[in-house]
């Protein structure tokens, strides 16, 4: 296959397998006793409601945000890349979780909210088989190496450090930091810009068809589809330059590469 100057990955699904589960009883039970610890008492099912309430409402006024700003800048004929596909930091949610229970969390609680939610959340996180042999073989290769994730910052830094291949990359852009996600073009540029890649030089490489490779595809990239145990059902043709249906990052370290 074509060799690429810069590789850039998605994360979950692609580098690594991740199983969470946010409607877990437990879950709540064991968020609303560590709320109660710092004085913002909620049973666990009015906890399970209210985040889920604070997360739509943010997500939809940080979306109308875009739209009205996209309908501004089309009247004003400017050109304008965003999609409306917003992210919010998470932390946020949990801030206000504590607020409305006359709390005043400082940063250091709320960021220990968060990991306490994700890590009461997750089955299970690990690399996939043969990941940091693929990392470190583009690189040995001199190419470079780039991570383009929707994720959250207080989860993902964290998550890329236990795993051991927080270094593993020369460059890294986390969609909540920006708030912007793919497949929005935008969140795209940004890491062209960033790092000045070239678009026609990289190659996405991801396991979801609408966020990692259309996105890709309409910023100018070229991509390879991984299906994995996690990529979203398949509901039409693969339309990727590459495509693996089988996980198997040992077998891709050998294609980019033959």
């Known amino acids: 296959m074509k060799l690429y100057q810069d590789y850039i990955f998605d994360l979950y699904g692609t580098l690594v397998d991740i199983r969470t589960d946010e409607e877990q009883r437990v879950l709540w039970n064991k968020m609303s006793l560590f709320f109660g610890y710092y004085g913002a008492v909620y049973a666990p099912e009015e906890l399970r409601r209210m985040y889920r309430k604070l997360v739509t409402d943010k997500e939809k006024a940080q979306k109308a945000e ?32 504590y607020e409305k229970k006359g709390i005043r969390a400082g940063k250091e609680l709320v960021l220990h909210t968060a990991q306490m939610f994700r890590v009461f959340s997750t089955h299970h996180v690990r690399l996939y088989a043969g990941a940091k042999e693929l990392l470190s073989e583009i690189r040995r290769n001199g190419r470079g190496v780039y991570l383009l994730s929707n994720a959250q910052r207080v989860f993902t830094e964290y ?4 795993l051991g291949i927080y270094d593993s990359f020369d460059g890294i852009l986390i969609s909540s930091d920006h708030g912007i996600r793919k497949p929005d073009v935008e969140f795209f540029r940004l890491l062209f810009e960033k790092y000045r890649l070239d678009p026609e030089k990289s190659l996405m490489i991801g396991n979801d068809l609408d966020n990692d490779i259309a996105g890709a595809k309409r910023a100018g990239m070229d991509t390879f589809y991984i299906h994995s145990a996690i990529s979203p059902a398949l509901k039409r043709e693969v339309d990727a330059d590459y495509t693996m249906m089988r996980m198997n990052l040992s077998s891709l370290t050998k294609q980019l590469f033959s």
């Open 66 to 97: 875009k739209e009205r700003c996209m309908q501004i800048v089309q009247k004003e004929q400017i050109h304008y890349a965003h999609e409306a596909y917003p992210e919010i930091p998470i932390e946020e949610v949990f801030e206000e979780l």
């Open 159 to 162: 998550e890329l450090r236990y």
